[in-house]
């Protein structure tokens, strides 16, 4: 079998996904976050501060989080598909109100619905 790596077309399709993602992000846009979450309780979200199991756990946190200062800055994205339904997401990115560097990474399957996150991990660092 050969899975290949980056097509051109699922990958943008997924980096649009991610764009999309990040614009819902910045702006609070709570309804596209949870629609991009696969809504499984096997879903995972391991955050800066709290760890969330199951798609109803990181929508509850969505709907609890402040909804201001999440303006920031990404640098060195990386989007990696795999075969057709499958992809890696990878940022860094920094926020004003901090000098420490936030970094990201989301597992991205498709669904029937379309590109859902299925895994996700957000920490900080001050390197």
Avoid: C
């Avoid at 990040?22 to 391991?46: H, I, K, P």
């Avoid at 199991?53 to 929508?59: L, P």
């Avoid at 990474?105 to 920490?123: L, N």
């Amino acid at each position: 079998m050969t899975l290949e790596v980056n097509r051109p077309d699922i990958l943008a399709e997924v980096e649009a996904a991610f764009a999309r993602y990040e614009a819902a992000l910045t702006s609070n846009d709570v309804a596209v976050l949870d629609e991009l979450f696969w809504q499984s309780e096997l879903t995972v979200r391991y955050g800066a501060g709290e760890n969330l199991y199951g798609y109803e756990a990181i929508a509850a946190f969505r709907a609890a989080r402040p909804s201001k200062g999440l303006e920031r800055d990404l640098s060195q994205t990386l989007v990696t598909t795999f075969g057709e339904d499958f992809a890696t997401a990878s940022t860094l990115f920094r926020r004003e109100a901090t000098s420490r560097i936030g970094r990201q990474m989301q597992t991205w399957v498709r669904m029937p619905q379309g590109w859902r996150i299925v895994a996700a991990h957000v920490s900080l660092t001050d390197d």
